[in-house]
């Protein structure tokens, strides 16, 4: 029928308005087609290898998706295994694993508990899958292996390793290993401390001596010394010659306080308020500590 009606048409030779029509279809018509090939990749495009279809859900619906990093029983075996060993050693206790390049009693897990493991806490895996990334720290952008430098020269008042050391290529091995499977470049949740909102009212170091007395001294000592048991610290010093330096990120307050809000007390993290949170970061980081080694 459609065609007798086209032919009809071509046989008059005249202009007749059902040729606007036709012309309109086949213009349609032709799109049609050359869009197949585009629609057929799309319907049949994968999301990331590393993404799970609960984390592309969330990505979906602007969430930050979650990640949960492995256990430490199935660390493999072989020389691999054996470099994440050591690096997870590094971590939980860099006084012994790597004291030649630590200036004051900290560990690294001090500041990322759980060995690194525990959201909130600025785990190794949430840190690791956004690197090389710019860091206004140091105008520039930063590899992995320059972030955990920046650590030991900071956090640990120390010398980083060199970036071929067998202390630095075993860090990168556990970081690597507990973000296996990860996203690379997304902002998991659970990564870094949780930002808090602005204080209510200003952060006050007298009202944080007063939360420190009743949270805080049972565990890190009336003049925040910390405690040590046979020579060690089993909870670090907040302030003075064994704690970070003041170029520390955890030197400022609004990192503080929102690292004591997540996390402590030890273990019942949350149940600070944010105003006392912002309250004994300021009271910390208002005592002595090392200074910042680029103003020497």
């Given at each position: 029928?459609?065609?007798?009606?086209?032919?009809?048409?071509?046989?008059?030779?005249?202009?007749?308005?059902?040729?606007?029509?036709?012309?309109?279809?086949?213009?349609?018509?032709?799109?049609?087609?050359?869009?197949?090939?585009?629609?057929?990749?799309?319907?049949?495009?994968?999301?990331?290898?590393?993404?799970?279809?609960?984390?592309?859900?969330?990505?979906?619906?602007?969430?930050?998706?979650?990640?949960?990093?492995?256990?430490?029983?199935?660390?493999?075996?072989?020389?691999?295994?054996?470099?994440?060993?050591?690096?997870?050693?590094?971590?939980?206790?860099?006084?012994?694993?790597?004291?030649?390049?630590?200036?004051?009693?900290?560990?690294?897990?001090?500041?990322?508990?759980?060995?690194?493991?525990?959201?909130?806490?600025?785990?190794?895996?949430?840190?690791?899958?956004?690197?090389?990334?710019?860091?206004?720290?140091?105008?520039?952008?930063?590899?992995?292996?320059?972030?955990?430098?920046?650590?030991?020269?900071?956090?640990?008042?120390?010398?980083?390793?060199?970036?071929?050391?067998?202390?630095?290529?075993?860090?990168?091995?556990?970081?690597?290993?507990?973000?296996?499977?990860?996203?690379?470049?997304?902002?998991?949740?659970?990564?870094?401390?949780?930002?808090?909102?602005?204080?209510?009212?200003?952060?006050?170091?007298?009202?944080?001596?007063?939360?420190?007395?009743?949270?805080?001294?049972?565990?890190h000592g009336a003049a925040g010394?910390?405690?040590?048991?046979?020579?060690?610290?089993?909870?670090?010093?907040?302030?003075?010659?064994?704690?970070?330096?003041?170029?520390a990120g955890m030197a400022?307050?609004?990192?503080?306080?929102?690292?004591?809000?997540?996390?402590?007390?030890?273990?019942?993290?949350?149940?600070?308020?944010?105003?006392?949170?912002?309250?004994?970061?300021?009271?910390?980081?208002?005592?002595?500590?090392?200074?910042?080694?680029?103003?020497?």
């Amino acid at each position: 029928m459609i065609l007798n009606w086209i032919k009809s048409l071509t046989q008059s030779r005249a202009f007749h308005p059902s040729w606007i029509v036709l012309a309109v279809l086949s213009i349609f018509g032709v799109a049609g087609v050359m869009a197949l090939p585009a629609l057929y990749e799309a319907s049949n495009a994968a999301p990331p290898a590393a993404l799970t279809p609960k984390m592309a859900a969330e990505m979906q619906t602007h969430k930050r998706p979650n990640f949960s990093p492995p256990q430490a029983n199935t660390i493999p075996s072989g020389e691999f295994g054996d470099a994440v060993l050591l690096g997870r050693n590094i971590f939980k206790n860099t006084q012994v694993y790597a004291k030649s390049f630590v200036g004051n009693g900290l560990n690294c897990v001090n500041c990322h508990l759980d060995d690194g493991r525990k959201a909130d806490s600025a785990p190794l895996w949430g840190a690791y899958v956004k690197y090389p990334a710019y860091r206004e720290k140091n105008h520039k952008v930063n590899t992995y292996e320059e972030r955990l430098a920046g650590c030991f020269r900071f956090s640990m008042n120390g010398t980083a390793p060199a970036a071929d050391s067998k202390e630095m290529i075993a860090l990168i091995a556990y970081s690597f290993w507990l973000a296996q499977g990860a996203p690379t470049g997304v902002d998991l949740a659970g990564r870094g401390y949780p930002k808090l909102e602005s204080a209510a009212l200003m952060p006050d170091a007298e009202r944080g001596a007063a939360v420190f007395a009743a949270n805080c001294v049972i565990c890190h000592g009336a003049a925040g010394q910390g405690t040590k048991i046979n020579g060690k610290y089993v909870f670090p010093p907040l302030w003075g010659k064994d704690s970070f330096n003041a170029g520390a990120g955890m030197a400022n307050v609004s990192t503080a306080a929102a690292f004591i809000r997540a996390n402590m007390p030890l273990g019942q993290g949350g149940t600070l308020v944010q105003q006392a949170a912002w309250d004994v970061a300021q009271y910390l980081n208002g005592h002595d500590r090392p200074p910042d080694p680029r103003l020497k």
